[in-house]
């Protein structure tokens, strides 16, 4: 989640997100739920930034987004 956005009386809550797709996504918090066929309530879409997917989730922290992509997916042997 990232902090509330106060522009001229009008405050947004937007929440960052990636997938296994490598797509990242900016949605609004407020308009979350629930099916809708004709919109996907996403206020942003960038794809193909995060090669190989993310497998977890981003972290907020003073002002920036960070996005870590673990390498090891468990122990074999």
């Keep these: 989640m990232l902090p ?24 609004d918090r407020s308009s979350l739920g629930g099916f809708n066929s004709s919109v996907n309530n996403i206020f942003q879409e960038v794809l193909g930034q995060l090669p190989g997917g993310m497998w977890g989730s981003p972290t907020y922290w003073n002002g920036n987004i960070y996005f870590w992509r673990g390498f090891g997916r468990g122990t074999t042997g």
Excluded at 4 to 14: A, E, G, L, N, Q
């Design 4 to 27: 509330d956005i106060t522009v001229v009386r009008f405050t947004k809550s937007y929440l960052v997100q990636a997938g296994k797709d490598g797509a990242i996504y900016l949605g």
